[in-house]
């Protein structure tokens, strides 16, 4: 028990939410806070207790107005029914949530008034975070969706793509129908952010991906997977296939006849440990 309950020293508030608190002051809206409070508090521990389940290294959590961020020093070589465990525990807070607060009300311990604020609150905050853009859990379920068919890279950048026009769509929708929401703006500013940021450093994910899979971190593999490749291409371009919860045996080739094979572990030694980082596959084979 004393180690979940170590998870609330992670926690800390984002300075959206801090914001928002600030205008729920000003505007004295206590009551929708405290519910949204309650509720972004019991999605982020979700989030954490099952991570905290199957030993990630949980950096810190932050808690947003519409939700939370676990930051956790993992790089893709979970399995991808582990990471999606730990994304689904979020969402799955609400519906527990929902039920106390139906029985609460059915029992007339609280007002009708305040079942349907927090039910609104509750649906809000379920279904936006389900939305499919980074990093919100909908984005996160997209990227584990994609990396089932796809590299590590490849999937990585169809998520921002798709990230960005859902975005579109949303900024359109608030546009339309909600032009003058402060707070949808305020959290429209922070996807915007977090999508820049994340492309900034998508590189540096992919290299931490390999970094970490090169110590042997990738914890379950489902198939073994061959990557074909000229003898001409460079090193880092091979390693950018890598695909998660795959095993890869890379297939050399000379004017499309296959000249050697070798282990993805000599391609990572190859990089990382000998630093050939402009080499050419050709450059690690010998012929038969």
């Given at each position: 028990m004393n180690r979940y309950l170590s998870l609330l020293q992670k926690i800390h508030i984002h300075p959206l939410l801090w914001v928002m608190i600030a205008i729920s002051v000003i505007t004295?809206?206590?009551?929708?806070?405290?519910?949204?409070?309650?509720?972004?508090?019991?999605?982020?521990?979700?989030?954490?207790?099952?991570?905290?389940?199957?030993?990630?290294?949980?950096?810190?959590?932050?808690?947003?107005?519409?939700?939370?961020?676990?930051?956790?020093?993992e790089h893709g070589n979970r399995s991808l029914r582990e990471e999606c465990m730990v994304v689904l525990a979020g969402p799955i807070q609400h519906l527990w949530l929902q039920g106390a607060v139906f029985l609460l009300y059915i029992s007339n311990v609280i007002h009708v008034s305040d079942y349907q604020l927090f039910t609104f609150y509750n649906l809000s905050v379920l279904l936006f975070n389900l939305l499919p853009v980074w990093p919100?859990?909908?984005?996160?379920?997209?990227?584990?969706?994609?990396?089932?068919?796809?590299?590590?890279?490849?999937?990585?950048?169809y998520m921002m793509i798709t990230s960005i026009i859902f975005l579109v769509f949303y900024v359109a929708a608030i546009l339309l129908f909600s032009p003058t929401h402060l707070n949808m703006w305020i959290i429209t500013t922070f996807l915007v952010y977090s999508l820049y940021h994340e492309h900034k450093n998508k590189m540096y994910s992919c290299l931490r991906f390999l970094m970490e899979r090169y110590y042997g971190k990738q914890t379950q593999i489902n198939r073994i997977k061959p990557i074909v490749v000229d003898e001409s291409e460079l090193v880092y371009h091979v390693l950018l296939q890598f695909q998660r919860g795959c095993k890869h045996l890379i297939i050399v080739e000379r004017?499309?006849?296959?000249?050697?094979?070798m282990d993805e572990n000599e391609l990572l030694h190859a990089y990382f440990a000998n630093k050939l980082t402009d080499s050419k596959i050709g450059d690690l084979v010998y012929d038969y």
């Open positions: 004295a809206n206590f009551k929708p806070l405290f519910l949204l409070m309650i509720i972004i508090f019991v999605h982020e521990m979700g989030h954490a207790i099952s991570a905290h389940f199957f030993s990630w290294r949980i950096k810190s959590i932050m808690l947003l107005p519409f939700g939370g961020v676990a930051e956790v020093d919100l859990d909908g984005g996160k379920l997209l990227f584990i969706i994609f990396s089932k068919h796809w590299s590590y890279q490849k999937a990585h950048s004017n499309g006849i296959k000249v050697s094979e």
